[in-house]
Structure formats: C-alpha cells, structure tokens
C-alpha cells in the first residue's frame, strides 16, 4: 500500500525558504522515482523537480532551478525539497508523487499525495 504525506508547507514572506517533506510508506525511494509538483488556483499543474530512482539523479524545471533542490533520506524514506528565495508566484499546493521505475522524467506518475500549501506573502 504505496502512501504519500507531504509537509513542511505554510505562509512565509517572500524571500523566505521551506523544506517541504514527502514521507513515504508501503515503498523505498530508493526504488521510485519521485515528483514534486505544484498547481496554483486557476493555474495548470506544473512539475518542478525530480529524483530519479538508483542514482538518484535530480532534475529541476527551468522556472526554479536557482532555487529549488531535491534530495532523499534513505533512512528516514522521505523526500524532501527546499525551496530558497521564495517568490509570491510559488504560492501553491505542493504534491509528490510515485512511479515504480527508474526514470523520473516525462513519466505518468502512479501514486499521489494530497499536497501541502505553500503561500508566500508579505
């Protein structure tokens, strides 16, 4: 039983930074690959990194490749993704995602969690 739990989300002022967490159960991360997306209200899902499984290969969207960092806790199963520089266009419900393969780019990922909000205001 493959679950997903996001946190580390919450309002913070712009310029600020987060650690958002993906703590999974039912699967390693080391043997998924793992997505972090995030859509905004009235906006289309947007994927902005990833880690693929194995080597744990990371990949970021153009739009926040400065900023933004993955990486995986293989004691503790959990991804996570800090987020530096925050920008009032980041606000938005952050998900990770799941996929039993290796790769984690250009994928339909299976398994979802139910996303943590991250809202950057002054």
């Known amino acids: 039983q493959v679950q997903l739990v996001e946190s580390g989300g919450g309002l913070v002022q712009p310029g600020g930074s987060l650690r958002l967490s993906c703590a999974a159960s039912?699967?390693?991360?080391?043997?998924?690959?793992i997505g972090w997306f995030r859509q905004a209200p009235g906006k289309e899902r947007e994927g902005v990194s990833c880690i693929s499984a194995g080597d744990g290969s990371p990949y970021y969207a153009d739009s926040v490749k400065d900023r933004f960092a993955v990486s995986r806790d293989s004691a503790k199963n959990t991804v996570y993704l800090q987020i530096d520089s925050l920008k009032p266009e980041d606000t938005a419900i952050y998900y990770c995602a799941a996929d039993a393969g290796r790769w984690c780019l250009r994928i339909s990922y299976q398994h979802w969690g139910r996303g943590t909000q991250v809202t950057v205001s002054s």
């Open positions: 039912g699967f390693s991360v080391d043997d998924y690959a």
